[in-house]
């Protein structure tokens, strides 16, 4: 009976339509909800994404990636004399303003010094230049969304070799890296630690972090742990620093709120939309589904064919939705938008929507056992 | 099989014996059926006719057990419906009820030959054996040609013989017929009924049909005639005596 079940739903295409555009709309609001939630979570970290290292040792006031409080300059020997620590070097991390020669608006940029003997924690995904050349005097690498940045003031494109000033100093372009987006949409600029300190505006204390790894043989996590007793600073693996962003935006931040009312309000429509339309369906066919029973058909087998019918509707609906999100975000320049479809998102969708079709189905089904057979013998 | 039914003659094939049913609507209750005493033998063609809101369509429900009595015994092909649980009953439709509705019923998403394997499907044959068995029955309605059409695309006396069709295809002992012709014109009723008639009486099918129309009343082997809920009489068409229904006899 499940291909007359299905024949019924596909036979009649208006409603078919209505009620898988309902189950789409949805999975796309949802998903846009969701995506958008961990896009701005991933913007939250992007510094602990942009520099990688396997521990990042900061201030133990700090709760999030953003929070840049200065470390003592002795603290990166105190890491580095950890026993079980490979290799610790000074970063920082810090807002800079950058502007094109010859004057014009200045823009706000993540400015990163790395250490000039390792360039731990540079960027890896470089779409032009080379890393190396940072040592080179007045050198910068700059992302991929500065030079769209700069582009829209200047016009033309910045080149490797071009020059802009940061803190009225010239920086000159060795390197454009893929990075993802900074929170408040600033752009990140690599350099090394000395020269940070010209660029950036002036601070009495200028290391906010200092980058870490375990020697060969030892876990991230020991060594962090061992960091942290012996130094006083807090000292944590990327995943975590990662993870301590999270929750810090989830808890300080109104983005929680503003996600769920756009998650809410696809999952309201979902129920409130698609389940009405698939209880009118089911109205509207009680005749035949009264013919049905009738002729003989159990309450179990109505009810497996409505569920059918609601599952293949929501599964639809569901695979049309995630797949117009997919290349919608396919569309979308990489690491621009916060929209970040992660694996969890359809299956959390999926969950939702199942719930969604599962109600729509049950109250059908109740409608549909009370059907009395003898109804088909009325006009 | 309980006293009832073993007490029976075995030419009978439905017996109704003291029905009663009435519906409630808020307050007020309705009786429709009210000591039915009704029977019909095996290969007859027995025709329920009366005023509207008389019980006939009532009548047909309760003995092909798509409704429960508030009393009285209904016997059909041999099972006690006014005993059976509902699961048993739906059973009971799905292997020996043919259905003919007054509106067809088809369901519209599926073709001719589809619609008509319905009641194989129902009893769980696959449809590679269901349709075999269903573009038969067409042939033997004269529409094989509309196998693959949709019920949309046929006149009202095709989808009729569509729906004569689906009642006979998994062979049933009775049948029961809503006012088979009262959606369609003078003619085509006629065929329809001709066809009911022949395909029903090679294998001793029972067929009860309720109809407001005088026009078919020859068709049948006897009448049934229903007024106020009871069996007023039941007579022969071509019998100009009437017989009280207390003295009705199989």
């Known amino acids: 009976m499940t291909d007359i079940a299905l024949k019924m739903v596909f036979g009649e295409r208006a409603k078919y339509a209505m009620l898988v555009s309902g189950i789409c709309f949805s999975t796309i609001l949802m998903t846009q909800g969701l995506a958008l939630f961990f896009g701005i979570l991933g913007f939250s970290y992007a510094t602990a994404t942009n520099v990688r290292a396997p521990i990042w040792v900061v201030d133990p006031l700090v709760q999030q990636v953003g929070d840049n409080q200065p470390l003592r300059d002795t603290d990166v020997n105190r890491v580095r004399s950890v026993e079980g620590v490979a290799w610790a070097a000074p970063l920082y991390v810090g807002g800079a303003q950058a502007r094109l020669l010859g004057g014009g608006a200045t823009q706000p940029v993540t400015l990163v010094g790395l250490d000039a003997d390792t360039l731990a924690g540079a960027p890896t995904k470089l779409v032009a230049g080379d890393v190396q050349d940072l040592r080179r005097p007045q050198s910068v690498v700059v992302a991929e969304q500065f030079v769209e940045m700069m582009q829209r003031l200047r016009g033309e494109r910045l080149r490797v070799g071009d020059v ?51 020697e060969p043989g030892r876990s991230d996590r020991e060594i962090a742990q061992v960091i942290s007793e012996r130094t006083g600073l807090r000292a944590i693996t990327e995943e975590e620093f990662k993870r301590m962003s999270s929750h810090w935006m989830l808890v300080n931040s109104p983005i929680p709120y503003v996600v769920g009312l756009i998650v809410g309000i696809g999952f309201v429509i979902g129920l409130g939309v698609s389940g009405q339309t698939f209880y009118t369906f089911i109205l509207e066919n009680t005749r035949h589904l009264g013919a049905l ?50 694996w969890p998102i359809p299956v959390i969708v999926f969950g939702a929507i199942l719930f969604i079709c599962s109600v729509a189905a049950v109250v059908s089904s109740w409608r549909v056992v009370r059907i009395e057979p003898a109804i088909v013998f009325r006009s | 099989m309980s006293s009832v039914s073993s007490n029976l003659a075995a030419n009978v094939a439905v017996h109704l014996s003291g029905v009663d049913k009435s519906f409630r609507n808020g307050d007020q209750v309705t009786s429709v059926l009210k000591q039915v005493q009704f029977t019909a033998n095996v290969g007859e063609m027995v025709l329920v006719v009366g005023p509207s ?33 509902p699961a048993q009953v ?126 078919i009343y020859r068709y049948a082997d006897r009448l049934a005639e229903m007024e106020d809920g009871r069996i007023l009489r039941v007579e022969t068409p071509a019998d100009s005596v009437r017989i009280p229904p207390t003295s009705f006899s199989l």
């Open chain 1, 293 to 342: 029973k009738a002729m003989g058909t159990s309450n179990l087998t109505l009810i497996r064919m409505v569920m059918t019918q609601a599952g293949v509707v929501g599964v639809v609906g569901f695979g049309i939705g995630v797949g117009v999100m997919s290349a919608f975000f396919s569309m979308l320049p990489e690491g621009r938008a916060p929209l970040r479809l992660l």
């Open chain 1, 164 to 214: 802009f000033e940061m803190n009225d100093r010239r920086a000159q372009i060795v390197g454009i890296a893929k990075t993802a987006q900074g929170q408040g949409g600033a752009s990140y600029v690599f350099t090394t630690w000395d020269r940070a300190r010209e660029y950036a505006p002036s601070q009495r204390r200028m290391l906010t972090h200092v980058l870490a790894a375990p």
């Open chain 2, 90 to 215: 739906t059973q009971f439709r799905a292997r020996h009820v043919g259905f003919i509705f007054q509106q067809f019923n088809l369901l519209p998403t599926l073709t001719v030959a589809e619609n008509v394997a319905v009641p194989l499907r129902i009893q769980g044959l696959p449809l590679r054996e269901a349709l075999p068995r269903a573009r038969q029955l067409l042939e033997r309605v004269g529409i094989p040609e509309k196998a693959n059409e949709l019920p949309s695309r046929l006149s009202g006396g095709q989808q009729q013989r569509v729906a004569i069709a689906r009642a006979l295809v998994h062979e049933p002992a009775l049948i029961v017929c809503d006012e088979p012709t009262s959606a369609l014109d003078s003619a085509t009723g006629h065929q329809v009924m001709e066809l009911l008639h022949e395909v029903t009486r090679d294998r001793r099918r029972t067929v009860i049909v309720v109809t407001h129309d005088p026009r």
């Open chain 2, 53 to 85: 809101g008389c019980g006939k369509t009532t009548l047909l429900s309760v003995l092909c057990g798509t409704l429960k009595t508030d009393g009285g015994e209904v016997v059909s092909l041999g099972h006690e419906l006014h005993r059976l649980p």
